[in-house]
């Protein structure tokens, strides 16, 4: 070793939270000390998979509710589109749900318990009362192809009941579905998903009606879409209210929701979302405009998901983020009981 | 509900209660709870804890990496390495506030004003002026003990602190209650392990521990992490790393035991001036309900890499089910509304 070196664990002992510069601050720069700069937390070990499914899975709760309420006020194409997208999106977010585990072929595991702690757990299950409901619901959609007579004629007869039964079910259960991956995210040590565990449920609610909004948006004639334009408003309000709060209410938490790759996404989120909803409500008369606004809003929720699981994952990396919270509660517990 | 060896039927969740971890998840008549006390105070940094740990579990390499911090080259409590000592060397200068170094068993520097020798006993040495100015090599270890050389020769105003991580085997652990296969199990001895045949790596544990502990392999796919040796102490062996610390740094035992243990240790090092000795990990009333290994620190704890206030996340749990429940209603309403709100 170097006699002139200052000694190692002294070089690293003090950072600066304002270190990489050109970044403005909500808050001031926060002194910490730390192990080497090294992380506390392990950064999640999921990877993209995880964050496409929580678009997918908001694609499916979306049009789910965009199909039932096609099939209950009697609009056939509204209530097609939305069963057939929900049904891909479930198929899909199964595969890549599955696709994440370190031991893929043991998927069926997470039957073995129903833990209301793990909601993954709930997931699961809601996962696997959804799918088979929204399986159901759009495959009886192709009761029309069926022959009149024989085996398969009795399936062309009693198809679209069942299909109707189980699009109410899907339907009953999208708001779980579209909303748990918000816990599922902010029940963890990760610092920016768990203090953001008010906020985000209100962000993914409103990422999946705009999705199902812009599935409807795409697949219907603009006359019929009223509806999903109106779900676009709704969803794109819920997101943008969601998403203000998570950049700025968290303090130092809501730093990685502004800054790096998350800040970027969540930024372009916003703005295809805006884009989306000015063009679903002023292009109302053009069937090009509208299923252009329906594809931004699709993109602008992708955007969304992948942005709040950067954010997370960049708030685990850096223990700025672990320690800083944590001495401000244990200073603020101090000076409480000194009161 | 219990099968003839007092195994529960049923998972419990951990939250359930702090006093008696394998009680609340549903052990009947669970032996006293058996714990980890870690002295860092007496840590020499031989790491015989680390390899103890490897042989016994069958832990793989995680290949030769040199870290270029201090003689850590292990780096973090990974899937590959159960234990992990930490090496931090400190610059403490003169008139930083500390104790005289008369009082310090340790050794920081602060008698690096002084220019006459005030002792022979350990730790009272004199002081070097210059000590205090520039950082210093430390050296090679000597053949003595350190501090009974009776001379400055070789001692400069730097302190280093040992420390072997484990995992915490928390009274409400996050990672047994985020696992959704009953991967994660509460033994009848209050510890959590793994069960790697029902482990599918859904990476669940590994976002939820608050001191990043568990891991996955890389490779293998499954969470793995300390069993507190499962199989030794229920055979009433003291497990791989206590086994092997040659200075009682790692301390076995029922946790009570060792609480008062490390509680009258503490005492005594504040008493000779280290008065920044303090447990870490001990009180049941802490954010996760006391730690099955706790700790004592010679310094802050994020010096040694551990969060200062851990909190298990599902603490919180209940109202993000609320907050959820509420935004899902949002949507319920938002779709109604769309198709109610009018004719087209």
């Not at chain 2, 040199?66 to 060397?89: C, I, K, P, Q």
């Not at chain 2, 995992?167 to 209050?190: I, M, Q, S, W, Y």
Request: one cysteine or more; glycine letters at 12%; a positive charge.
């Amino acid at each position: 070793m170097n006699p002139d070196r200052a000694a190692v664990g002294d070089r690293f002992r003090r950072f600066r939270a304002g270190r990489r510069g050109g970044e403005e601050l909500a808050v001031p720069p926060a002194e910490f000390t730390s192990y080497y700069g090294r992380p506390i937390l392990k950064p999640p070990v999921w990877t993209w998979e995880i964050a496409a499914y929580l678009f997918t899975g908001g694609v499916a709760a979306g049009s789910s509710l965009l199909a039932a309420g096609g099939q209950v006020t009697g609009r056939p194409r509204v209530r097609r589109a939305g069963r057939v997208a929900a049904l891909a999106a479930i198929t899909a977010s199964a595969g890549l749900l599955v696709k994440d585990l370190g031991r893929p072929e043991r998927f069926h595991h997470m039957l073995r318990v129903a833990k209301p702690t793990s909601p993954m757990s709930m997931g699961t299950w809601v996962l696997t009362a959804y799918g088979p409901a929204a399986g159901l619901a759009a495959v009886a959609e192709a009761a029309s192809l069926l022959p009149t007579r024989g085996p398969l004629g009795l399936a062309r007869r009693v198809l679209p009941p069942t299909g109707r039964a189980a699009g109410l079910t899907a339907a009953a259960l999208a708001p779980a579905l579209g909303t748990y991956t918000a816990v599922l995210l902010a029940d963890t040590a990760v610092p920016s998903w768990h203090e953001a565990y008010a906020d985000l449920p209100f962000v993914f609610a409103g990422s999946a009606l705009a999705s199902g909004a812009g599935v409807g948006l795409l697949a219907v004639p603009a006359a019929e879409a009223g509806p999903a334009r109106r779900m676009a408003v709704a969803g794109a309000g819920l997101e943008l209210f969601g998403a203000h709060r998570l950049e700025n209410r968290l303090g130092l938490l809501s730093e990685p929701y502004r800054s790096g790759r998350a800040g970027a996404l969540l930024r372009a989120g916003r703005a295809l979302t805006v884009a989306g909803v000015a063009g679903a409500v002023l292009g109302r008369r053009s069937r090009l405009v509208s299923a252009l606004s329906g594809a931004a809003l699709l993109a602008a929720s992708v955007a969304t998901r992948f942005g709040v699981f950067q954010a997370g994952v960049a708030s685990a990396r850096d223990p700025k983020y672990t320690v800083v919270p944590q001495r401000e509660r244990l200073d603020r517990r101090a000076a409480e009981s000194d009161r | 509900m219990v099968d003839s060896r007092g195994r529960p039927a049923v998972p419990a969740p951990s939250t359930a209660g702090a006093a008696d971890p394998a009680t609340a998840a549903g052990w009947v008549d669970a032996p006293p709870r058996m714990g980890f006390f870690t002295d860092t105070s007496v840590c020499i940094g031989c790491k015989a804890c680390e390899v103890a740990c490897k042989e016994w579990n069958g832990v793989p390499t995680s290949g030769l990496d040199l870290l270029g911090m201090s003689y850590d080259n292990t780096g973090a409590l990974t899937a590959n390495s159960w234990r992990h000592v930490a090496f931090v060397e400190q610059h403490r200068p003169a008139g930083d506030g500390s104790s005289p170094v008369a009082e310090h068993p340790t050794g920081t520097s602060c008698a690096a004003g002084t220019t006459t020798a005030t002792g022979t006993e350990p730790g009272l040495l004199p002081g070097r002026p210059d000590a205090a100015r520039a950082p210093e090599f430390l050296g090679m270890p000597a053949a003595g003990p350190p501090g009974r050389t009776g001379s400055a020769e070789g001692r400069g105003d730097f302190r280093w602190l040992m420390m072997s991580d484990v995992c915490k085997h928390c009274t409400r652990a996050g990672c047994l209650d985020v696992c959704p296969t009953g991967a994660l199990f509460r033994t009848e001895f209050g510890t959590v392990v793994v069960q790697e045949d029902i482990c599918n790596g859904c990476g669940y544990c590994v976002s939820a521990c608050p001191y990043g502990v568990i891991d996955r392999r890389v490779g293998d796919g499954r969470a793995w992490k300390c069993t507190l040796c499962y199989d030794r102490i229920g055979a009433g062996l003291t497990p791989a790393c206590a086994q092997a610390c040659p200075t009682e740094s790692i301390q076995y035992g029922p946790l009570d035991e060792l609480r008062e243990r490390a509680a009258a240790r503490v005492d005594t090092l504040r008493a000779r001036g280290e008065s920044q000795a303090r447990l870490y990990g001990h009180d049941p009333n802490d954010g996760v309900g006391g730690d099955g290994a706790f700790f004592l620190l010679l310094d802050e704890p994020e010096v040694y890499g551990l969060p200062p206030d851990p909190q298990v996340t599902t603490t919180d749990l209940p109202a993000m089910w609320r907050r959820a429940g509420l935004a899902a209603l949002a949507m319920t309403a938002a779709a109604v509304g769309a198709f109610l709100g009018g004719r087209r």
